[in-house]
């Protein structure tokens, strides 16, 4: 399925700085789950791969999944701030919990794990653990990094994995790699998003 690339306004003029871009906390849920379900998100973006991935994450937006969470990502929520106290000694990224929105767009949003300023430039940071060992970079991950250097103004972002075997860590330390940005993508992921926005928009007439 080919979808037409839009036109974005942020390659057209220089983006504000992000930190004139905050929404809300995640230290505050309540507003930062408000925010967060007005908009859309890089983990909203990670799962949009076609036209009918729209519909199931616009349906969920809707009527909300009755997910609260299980012993993996409660896991993930315990090993985090270790992880990114890691990130922060090793690579000088620090840790955020900071939701932001793009440019021009405040219904497009993201919350990286960590954001620094070096000059004019944005760097992210982002945590995952997981219980399998990975040979390339999950693709779903890929597109909620994309999304979130769209929402930043980032052109590079630290993916910082640790595995673990029955909630232990596998490693000393977790394994990480730069992923760059791909505008050629993030052309793809706002075309699905503004879809998304759409089919909500819809059913709450």
């Known amino acids: 399925m080919s979808f037409v690339q839009p036109t974005l306004s942020l390659w057209d003029e220089p983006a504000p700085d992000h930190t004139q871009r905050i929404v809300a906390s995640s230290e505050n849920r309540v507003a930062w789950l408000r925010a967060r379900s007005q908009g859309v998100t890089a983990t909203d973006v990670a799962r949009l791969s076609s036209a009918r991935a729209v519909a199931a994450v616009a349906y969920e937006k809707l009527n909300g999944t009755g997910f609260g969470g299980n012993a993996y990502t409660d896991h993930g929520r315990a090993r985090e701030p270790e992880i990114a106290r890691w990130v922060q000694e090793t690579h000088g990224i620090a840790p955020s919990t900071t939701l932001f929105h793009a440019h021009g767009e405040p219904l497009h949003l993201a919350t990286p794990d960590g954001v620094t300023a070096r000059g004019t430039t944005v760097v992210l940071s982002e945590i995952k653990t997981t219980s399998r060992l990975w040979k390339s970079v999950p693709r779903s991950y890929l597109r909620q990094i994309w999304w979130q250097q ?53 059913g709450r007439r």
């Not at 860590?169 to 992921?189: M, Q, Y």
Request: aromatic residues 8%; glycine residues 6%.
């Open 150 to 202: 769209y929402v930043l103004g980032a052109d590079r972002t630290l993916l910082v994995w640790e595995q673990h075997s029955d909630f232990v860590p596998v490693n000393g330390d977790p394994v990480c790699r730069w992923i760059e940005r791909d505008d050629n993508e993030i052309h793809v992921l706002v075309g699905l998003a503004n879809r998304l926005l759409e089919t909500i928009s819809s």
